[in-house]
Nanobody, 118 residues
């Protein structure tokens, strides 16, 4: 089994910053079997969308709406993927989900709420 624990969500003012973390664990978890780690988000009434993903070679891909504002990184020693969110906008308000591709299977976290509001 693979479990994902997200943290770092909360309330932030427009223009502010937050950093999300997602740590993987489990009896069958092995960081060497992880290909891609990523973040997705789902706003009320909208489909879940890609925010950012990063592969084994540290190659990152970003959704168009966050390019230049968000940065994804991973620390394999800590089994953790991070999402640094800067210059946040009201449209960034959503539940953010961590996703890990491990041994060919996808695992999702339970989500963490980010609210951008003054």
């Amino acid at each position: 089994q693979v479990q994902l624990a997200e943290s770092g969500g909360g309330l932030v003012q427009p223009g502010g910053s937050l950093r999300l973390s997602c740590t993987a664990s489990g009896t069958s978890f092995n960081i060497d079997r992880v290909n891609v780690m990523g973040w997705y988000r789902q706003a009320p009434g909208k489909d879940r969308e890609l925010v950012a993903r990063i592969n084994t070679f540290r190659l990152a891909t970003y959704g168009d709406s966050v390019k230049g504002r968000f940065t994804i990184s991973r620390d394999n020693a800590l089994n953790t993927v991070y999402l640094q969110m800067n210059s946040q906008k009201a449209d960034d308000t959503a539940v953010y989900y961590c996703k890990v591709e491990h041994s060919g299977m996808n695992y999702w976290g339970k989500g963490t709420l980010v609210t951008v509001s003054s």
